[in-house]
């Protein structure tokens, strides 16, 4: 197999990246220094590709994840009525998995930074599966939260590790293909999995898509475990954590990425979160209806990632990220503000989550190039970015709402878009950190 995620080591030092040594020290905007500190050993770069097998199981681990996320959603009527509490309660069980997601997310990087990709990936991979099956035996409302706590810190364990690993064995102008591949199947857990989840659940209860989804994370973990090379462990490793976040965060470069990243997530979860409600509230639409219209969106963000791992290695990428994220949020802010009819509400929907799926492949692209050997550090943090945009998108269209109603929703992703597009042209495409073998391409 072609996927190889410890270090290597030629006389004693790490193998270089593009002929430059990977612990030389740099100054400068243009790089980080890719230095750490003492004890902490380095996941060299690597750049023998992955294997279409390999590939495969990372996209399906990442479905796996984004339809586990999800899925509690078409589950909630029937968990409140089973453990005779209420629908708001039950959504506390959602809330759970993304607190512990979020605050094990940065934590994971400095790890898989330090002991290699395999034990972080198939480590986080278990406790998920675990998480997930014991979920569909839950005796109460408290061993349900629990095991989704469960749940959440090994879904955090999976993104960034996976994403890191693609960066470590593919050059650079490969990444951003593959990385858009790996993002789109995060995106059909949404169009597909989510959907599947609700049809079991109607089948056969809601214990039914918890035990098939473990099952399934099962049946990927075991090739993993098989297939990925186990490496050498060094005594000497220890996890210098904070040695791992400066590298990242005492360049400015990398924060540029993250608030683009922060507000991009902000519009596309705004539009996600209220679009059922608007086309409920203004069209009246039923439960049906909207479930459609959501499945099309899914479908829109699929083409996004695509398009964004296309992109993500082209020249000037910089440029057509801020058009295309600008595009999106005057679409998104059009569709809650026109009354048109339904239909062309949808189109506009599925059109504007096309154009603001598109940032994600280019961001973590952009971010793996500048974070040298702590890939996985800059992971967990664009992952902590991703959770905390979804976050303040949804809670503060909720306020946006109740001020202003859905023209205030669209205002809010149109805002949002402006923000990043700002910052993506007039910061990061003037910024030399963002040059690939010696071009500038912002």
Not at 350 to 356: D, I
Not at 405 to 415: I, R, S
Not at 418 to 430: C, E, P
Request: glycine letters at 14%.
């Amino acid at each position: 197999m072609a996927l190889n995620v410890e270090p290597e080591v030629t006389a004693g030092r790490p193998r270089p990246l593009n002929g430059v040594p990977v612990n030389a020290a740099t100054s400068g905007e243009g790089s980080l220094d890719l230095r750490v500190r003492r004890g902490v050993a380095l996941t060299a770069v690597q750049q023998h590709g992955v294997s279409s097998s390999t590939l495969l199981l990372f996209a399906a681990t990442m479905f796996l994840v984004r339809a586990v996320s999800l899925m509690l959603g078409p589950l909630l009527v029937a968990l409140a009525d089973d453990f005779g509490t209420s629908i708001a309660v039950a959504g506390q069980l959602a809330g759970a998995t993304f607190m512990t997601w979020g605050i094990t997310a940065p934590l994971v990087g400095p790890i898989s930074d330090t002991y290699g990709r395999r034990p972080v990936l198939l480590i986080g991979l278990l406790l998920m599966a675990l998480g997930v099956l014991g979920s569909g035996a839950a005796w109460s409302y408290s061993s349900l939260l629990a095991l989704r706590l469960i749940t959440g810190i090994g879904s955090a364990m999976l993104p960034p590790t996976i994403m890191a690993a693609l960066a470590d064995n593919l050059p650079p102008e490969k990444v951003g293909k593959a990385v858009g591949f790996i993002t789109s199947s995060r995106r059909v857990g949404v169009a597909v999995g989510v959907p599947a989840i609700s049809l079991l659940g109607y089948i056969g209860g809601w214990r039914l898509p918890f035990y098939i989804t473990g099952g399934l994370l099962l049946a990927v973990w075991v090739p993993l475990w098989l297939w990925l090379p186990s490496g050498q462990r060094r005594p000497s490793q220890r996890i210098d954590i904070f040695n791992r976040f400066k590298v990242i965060g005492r360049q400015s470069a990398p924060w540029y990425v993250l608030i683009a990243n922060f507000t991009q997530q902000m519009a596309l979860f705004g539009l996600m979160t209220y679009f059922a409600a608007h086309m409920m509230e203004s069209y009246g639409w039923d439960e049906a209806s909207t479930a459609l219209g959501l499945a099309l969106l899914g479908v829109g963000a699929v083409i996004g990632s695509f398009a964004g791992g296309l992109i993500a290695g082209r020249a000037r990428r910089l440029d057509w990220l801020a058009a295309i994220s600008l595009a999106g949020g005057v679409v998104a802010g059009l569709l809650f503000a026109l009354g048109a009819s339904a239909w062309i509400v949808v189109a506009m929907a599925f059109v504007a989550s096309v154009l603001v799926s598109v940032s994600m492949p280019v961001m973590l692209t952009l971010i793996m190039h500048l974070a040298g050997q702590s890939r996985g550090t800059a992971g967990g943090m664009l992952s902590t970015s991703n959770q905390f945009g979804s976050l303040v998108g949804a809670s503060a269209g909720g306020l946006m709402l109740s001020l202003g109603g859905f023209p205030a929703v669209g205002l809010l992703c149109l805002v949002a878009t402006v923000l990043s597009a700002s910052v993506l042209g007039l910061i990061m495409r003037r910024s030399p950190a963002f040059r690939l073998g010696g071009a500038d391409i912002g």
